[in-house]
């Protein structure tokens, strides 16, 4: 059974920088961070297969790096965030998947595999 193990996350102010981790017990297909503010739907923040190409969602602007590294026995899903404003203070899941298909097309319903969330606060 896939588990994804998520630390990072926290409190910051505006222009700030925080740093998300994903582990995976396997290699995942496709990796992925959502993020949920309240009263909002969940939204892709940003998206990388296995060959490493990576999507961000349209919010990022060039202030968010995704990276992954494996080992033999795991995949570790990194989202640098940098910059931070007010509006990205959400829950932020990891989320992963094993099937073979485009990566930068999925939505939320796509992905098998969720962690239990953490939370990123901003204030200005």
């Known amino acids: 059974q896939e588990q994804l193990v998520e630390s990072g996350g926290g409190s910051v102010q505006a222009g700030g920088s925080l740093t998300l981790s994903c582990t995976s017990s396997?290699?995942?297909?496709?990796m992925a961070w959502f993020r949920q503010a309240p009263g909002k739907r969940r939204e892709k923040v940003a998206d990388?297969?296995?060959?490493?190409?990576?999507?961000?969602g349209y919010f990022v602007d060039g202030r968010f790096t995704l990276s992954k590294a494996d080992t033999k026995t795991e995949s570790t899903l990194t989202l640098q965030m940098t910059n931070l404003k007010a509006d990205d203070t959400a829950v932020y899941y990891c989320?992963?998947?094993?099937?073979?298909?485009?990566?930068?097309?999925?939505?939320?319903?796509?992905?098998?595999?969720w962690g239990q969330g953490t939370q990123v606060t901003v204030s200005s």
């Open positions: 989320a992963a998947d094993f099937r073979d298909f485009q990566c930068s097309s999925r939505g939320r319903d796509d992905y098998n595999y």
């Open positions: 396997a290699h995942p297909y496709c």
């Open positions: 990388i297969d296995r060959s490493a190409t990576r999507t961000y």
